[in-house]
């Protein structure tokens, strides 16, 4: 149990629609990170939020875009959606946006995009 | 651009037997290597990390070896247990320092046969 939780569980989505992911962090917790999980790979960093500001991207097209509140919850939006944006998406949060801080995984949101 | 790389897929071993998860990666200015877990349905948990000043590093039954030479590491579990039974990944820090941007491999599903 790592205090991070995701919703929804599941999610199917039409292609070129469009999708919002919530994530609510450990408490105390000011950065948050977002990553896809295809099947059968690794999760890839998508971005980093670190008090409520974009604090790193990975190879991810601006049509995915995200949020972070002063609540300790994220949000991960993505438009137009294509099919191959069907994967598992999870978030992490950290109490810092330091590169060896412990980062605490969420159960993640598994999206299906038709 | 696999930085980090996980050639096995899948692994099974006995119950109380060693396991040896093993990791390749490419960029030889990581410093710095975790380990996860995943079990179905929940997100990846920390299981234990590696500093490149050392070459050794171990926690109860887990212990992660660096070859720094070999850009190889690997995750020996000994004895294995049943509730061992997961997915593990290897991971790294970007050295860009894109907050705390993780590189994963691509898992290695790990068996434990009672």
């Known amino acids: 149990e790592t205090g991070v939780t995701q919703s929804p569980t599941h999610l199917i989505k039409t292609r070129g629609q469009q999708v919002t992911l919530r994530c609510s962090s450990q408490?105390?917790?000011?950065?948050v990170s977002w990553y896809q999980q295809a099947l059968g790979q690794g999760p890839q960093f998508i971005f980093q939020?670190?008090?409520?500001?974009?604090?790193g991207r990975g190879n991810f097209p601006p049509r995915f875009s995200g949020l972070q509140f002063p609540n300790y919850s994220s949000e991960l939006n993505v438009n137009a959606l294509e099919l191959d944006d069907s994967a598992l998406y999870l978030c992490?949060?950290?109490?810092?946006?330091?590169?060896?801080?412990?980062?605490?995984f969420g159960p993640g949101t598994r999206l299906l995009v038709l | 651009d696999q930085q980090v790389k996980q050639n096995s897929p899948s692994l099974s071993v006995q119950e109380g037997r060693i396991s040896i998860l093993n990791c390749d990666y490419t960029?030889?200015?990581?410093?710095?290597f975790l380990w996860y877990k995943k079990y179905p349905a929940e997100g990846p948990t920390f299981l234990i990390s590696?500093?490149?000043?050392?070459d050794k590093n171990e926690d109860g039954r887990f212990t992660v070896f660096l070859n720094k030479s070999a850009k190889h590491l690997s995750l020996h579990i000994v004895p294995s247990q049943p509730g061992d039974s997961a997915v593990y990944f290897c991971?790294?820090?970007?050295?860009?320092?894109?907050?705390?941007?993780?590189?994963f491999g691509q898992g290695t599903e790990l068996s434990v046969k009672p």
């Open positions: 960029n030889s200015m990581f410093d710095y």
């Open positions: 408490s105390g917790h000011n950065t």
């Open positions: 992490a949060s950290s109490a810092t946006s330091g590169s060896r801080e412990t980062q605490y």
């Open positions: 991971a790294a820090p970007s050295f860009y320092n894109q907050g705390g941007k993780l590189i």
């Open positions: 939020y670190y008090r409520e500001e974009e604090n």
């Open positions: 590696i500093s490149s000043i050392k």
